[in-house]
């Protein structure tokens, strides 16, 4: 199965964990366009999406799925979303789409993140994939001095705007032995909006895609996993 192939087979699985009349937390990529392409196929069940991305939005709307303002919802049972990397305790790094600040911000306020990746992303330790984080333009350098501090290469990634009006800057050469703790510590840069590190809000179900099917594992206290 080629890599595309697998990401649409976690994609699909993923419909199983919607649940119906209400509405669904849709991340941003290549990944999620699938599972978009899947909503569109039980969209009567749903009473529509939040989205993290104006592209997701697009895709959403092009199926005839209604796009809500997360303002005026109050809850969301589940958000979908891909992941550049995941390790074993469901941490992730995101953003490799630019979306991270909306896709956190969804996260957050949704219930049940449910991570859907092919077998790549499932990685020991985070930091291989270069970390973006979303910067106010006129902070640039500053947080890309204070990054190169805390022991990254920063590259203010090209000719990209986020949907926010912002930079994105990539910081590879990171070895993230606590996730938690560098978020929160990135955080702090002022200019900074958000990193991608997903780890004080992390994924609570990962579907993880390989040639002998799809993997369901569940956050819990013992880490169980079953493969499907
Ligand atoms: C976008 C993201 C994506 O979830 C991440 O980049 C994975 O993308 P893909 O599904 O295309 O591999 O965080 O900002």
């Known amino acids: 199965m080629t890599q ?11 419909l199983d964990y919607i649940v119906d009349d209400t509405i669904v937390g849709v991340g941003t990529g290549s990944t999620v366009n699938h599972f978009i392409d899947g909503l569109a196929t039980i969209r ?12 997701s939005s697009a895709r959403l709307a092009a199926h005839g799925i209604p796009v809500f303002d997360l303002n005026g919802i109050e809850e969301i049972p589940v958000y979908v979303d891909g992941a550049d990397e995941i390790d074993a305790r469901f941490c992730m790094i995101k953003g490799g789409g630019g979306a991270l600040t909306r896709e956190k911000i969804v996260a957050a306020v949704s219930h049940r993140f449910v ?17 973006p984080v979303e910067v106010v333009p006129m902070a640039g350098s500053h947080v890309s001095r204070a990054l190169t501090r805390l022991g990254g290469q920063p590259r203010v990634r090209e000719n990209f705007v986020t949907d926010n009006g912002n930079l994105i ?22 200019g900074v909006v958000t990193n991608g590190l997903f780890a004080a809000r992390g994924a609570d179900v990962l579907l993880l895609a390989d040639s002998g099917g799809v993997e369901r594992r569940v956050r819990d206290a013992n880490m169980t996993a079953t493969r499907t």
């Open 4 to 14: 595309d192939e697998l990401k649409k087979a976690a994609a699909i699985a993923a």
């Open 44 to 55: 009567s069940r749903i009473r529509g999406a939040v989205s993290s991305s104006e592209a």
């Open 169 to 190: 800057i990539d910081v590879s050469g990171l070895v993230i032995t606590d996730p938690l703790a560098l978020e929160a510590q990135i955080n702090q840069i002022v």
């Open 115 to 131: 991570c859907i990746c092919d077998a790549t992303k499932l990685v020991g330790t985070l930091g291989r994939f270069p970390l």
